[in-house]
């Protein structure tokens, strides 16, 4: 379902947050239930929930990783207190393009990231890639394999190297800068 999908984008955030230490991670879930792509014998194929956030982040979670400084609304829960409603972290490709993985938590509010990009010298926002569903348990089925699937996000404004994107409430976000050549 489309939490499972959020659970997978917050875990490959901390795996890039954590390259230096973290050399390789498996999915276990391709012998699991929950595989990424679900078959039915004779039948199609379709792409569930978590598939997204791993496919991007095998797309562009490439180069070097940073650990940005994430300032955000928090909440406590049964378990955690103060804990942030969102969480982000960003790669640094060999061209000096940009990747920011960002996940809002918040069940009901878009929250505005604002990113300090002046240490990269000039980029463009490129592109901002959104998955989002207004029901937490929306899944993907043979038919209606798109229900959960990513779309063009409302994108942002960059100014002088200061982003401003607002993340819409329980999504997953990549926002891609590229470098101005």
């Not at 917050?10 to 390259?19: D, E, G, H, K, Q």
């Not at 679900?38 to 598939?51: E, F, L, P, S, V």
């Not at 829960?77 to 960002?102: H, R, S």
Request: charged share 25%.
């Amino acid at each position: 379902n489309f939490e499972d999908a959020l659970l997978v984008g917050s875990i490959l955030i901390t795996f890039l947050r954590n390259a230096d230490r973290v050399k390789v991670a498996c999915l276990a879930q391709l012998v699991n239930v929950i595989a990424p792509i679900m078959t039915r014998d004779k039948g199609g194929a379709w792409a569930q929930t978590i598939y997204w956030p791993l496919m991007h982040a095998s797309c562009y979670g490439r180069g070097t990783a940073l650990r940005p400084i994430v300032k955000s609304p928090v909440y406590d829960c049964k378990d955690y207190e103060q804990v942030p409603y969102i969480d982000a972290t960003a790669t640094l490709d060999n061209e000096g393009d940009i990747t920011i993985f960002a996940i809002n938590r918040s069940l009901d509010e878009d929250i505005q990231l604002d990113c300090d990009l002046r240490a990269f010298g000039e980029l463009t926002l490129a592109e901002h890639i959104e998955l989002h569903s207004d029901d937490v348990k929306a899944i993907n089925t043979e038919s209606d394999p798109n229900r959960v699937s990513p779309c063009k996000g409302r994108g942002g404004k960059l100014d002088n190297s200061f982003l401003q994107i607002s993340l819409r409430a329980l999504s997953w976000n990549v926002i891609r800068l590229t470098k101005t050549k």
